[in-house]
């Protein structure tokens, strides 16, 4: 398949889509053919991996919502069970203490540092 040379003064590229989604899926398109190298393939070739790619990232999104909240939730179990010895304790009860503990801790490291866990005026 043979083109034409572009005529003298002409840039042999396409001109770039309006500003706009176009030109973002444009800008795209361009990045990710320089970085694997496709403007080089067919146009045959290039729609062989933009569809491999779709097909491969369609399933990995489909997988990860449909197997991970479940997978999830078993690791929880699993965790709780090793951790606390019982595979219903409430994890989010038990994460919300930590967490409520960790902030309390902290406070009162910023009173302590001002001077004020004691009863103390700060002065400037």
Not at 22 to 51: C, D, N, Y
Not at 64 to 78: D, E, I, K, M, W
Not at 80 to 106: G, H, K, S, T
Request: proline letters at 10%.
């Amino acid at each position: 398949m043979s083109s034409q040379p572009p005529p003298p003064g002409q840039p042999s590229y396409p001109h770039p889509p309006p500003p706009g989604f176009k030109r973002t899926l444009w800008r795209w398109s361009v990045i990710f053919e320089s970085t694997f190298a496709l403007s080089m393939m067919q146009p045959w070739e290039k729609g062989l991996i933009w569809s491999t790619l779709i097909i491969i990232t369609t399933l990995f999104w489909l997988s990860v919502f449909t197997y991970y909240p479940g997978h999830l939730a078993y690791l929880s179990r699993r965790f709780a069970y090793y951790v606390f010895e019982d595979e219903n304790a409430d994890l989010r009860a038990i994460f919300r203490e930590w967490l409520r503990d960790q902030i309390r801790q902290c406070l009162d490291g910023v009173r302590g540092l001002f001077g004020m866990a004691a009863g103390g005026r700060v002065e400037l």
